[in-house]
């Protein structure tokens, strides 16, 4: 960096780092973002993983947080070449009897079509839907008084939960249920632990208000336009850039890390307060994933047809199921009938494969750093729902947990939410501080996802560092 000197240094450019370098840039504040890898994006990326002209989301592919975020909301990405692609529903869930669970974007819809339980859910779902973007607005804040404590009461009282009691008290049949269960595998913790209803009734919820859309083109599209968005506002990005020393860095006011409390400690080893950095030595990473994606010769044969018009598809079949294989991962074990969660964004966003072919996204959970090959177990899960499935792969591209994170270092073991979300990391993450953006050292910030409100593609945690930096000034 030929000794410049800058405002503001970020560590990282995924969609934390470049929103925090966005918000500071904004303010006029001279910016420069380093990324480790040759492309920007982070968990936020589109890749050519199988075939030539087969456009795979290497990360993330579906974004209900991405839409609701009210960051990335008030950035101009339609301008920038983001056109979300809203799939006919946003989820299905099938089960084994040929029943399907639909999440529509009506709440009205999705209560019809669960029979008997659509009262019990319209009860649960309603009044959060009814309290709507200000619901939104205080889940994706840093954890604080209420602005709306109503709302945020109510939400709390049913969220502070576990998923498995809350779907077995409130429905009667597996299909509503089914429904829950996977919406709350989401949190990657047991089905039996709190807060994983909170976790499943907000994905629900942002269904409903925001669908669970796709960018045309792929998520690299949201990463690709808020770099855009940062030049413009006369940012500087430098990708192929690893940070492994403080010492490497320009000088700056303020050093923000869109990395994990451990690859933090590590890089400012000597900045920090020993206690301080033991506590993040300490943080605890979650579970993390055994991630496939498919070329395909035709869509997937689904035995229910309403899975076509999802552009997500839970496989794992009942609550039970469901439960017992996400506990089974949480005892470090491998399920042989795992939850997957499948994305076919090629049915609704056509730019992603060539003519009459499709690109499938798939990942189930597994221990993390697990180094089992789970490829028979999900493309198991995929036959029993669609018998035929394989016949029709034409390649095939695998990310065990250690590919996962040589994609990007910040999913430690494969974990993609940077640290397990269970009630106490969710609170104090990643330490117990009122500003948990801020470290004692002076300058020295942390933006991922690592921070509340925690993993998904909202901006929101770079968005709050940003402005925890601007309240203390240049
Ligand atoms: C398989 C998978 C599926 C997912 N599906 C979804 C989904 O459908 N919807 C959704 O909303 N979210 C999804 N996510 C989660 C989402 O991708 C992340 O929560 C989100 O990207 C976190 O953003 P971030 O900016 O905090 O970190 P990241 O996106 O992880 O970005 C961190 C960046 O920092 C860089 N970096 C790390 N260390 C250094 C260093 N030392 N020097 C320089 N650069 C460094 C990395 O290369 C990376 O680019 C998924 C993630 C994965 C892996």
Redesign the pocket.
Known sequence: MGGRRFDAVV???????LAAAIELAGAEWSVLL????ETI????RTAELTLPEFRHDV?????P??VASPFLRSLPLADLGVEWVHPGVPLAHPLDDGRVAVLHRSLEETAAALGEDGKAYRKLLGPAVSAGDDLVRELLGPLRIPRHPVAMARFGLTGLRSMAALARGRFEDQPARALLAGLGAHSFLPLEQVPTAAFGLALGLLGHLAGWPVPKGGSQRIADAMAAHLRGLGGEIQTG????SFAELPSAKAYLF??TPR?LAR?AWDRLPSGYRSRLERYRYGPG?F?MDWALDGPIPWKAEACLAAGTVHLGGTLDEIAAGEAAVWRGEHPDRPFVLVGQQSLFDPTRAPEGKHTVWG?CHVPNGSTVDMTGQIEGQLERFAPGFRDLVLARSLMPPAE?ERH????VGGD???GVQDLRQLFARPTARWSPYTTPADGIYLC??STPPG????GM??YHAARAVLRRGR
């Open positions: 560590v990282g450019g995924g969609p934390n780092g380093l990324e480790a890898e994006g982070g968990g936020c990360c993330s592919a579906f974004h947080l991405g850039m690893r940070v492994r869109d990395v690859q890089i994933v991630k990942y996962v990007n270092e910040n999913c993609i939410n940077g991922s996802s993993g998904g593609v909202h945690c770079g």
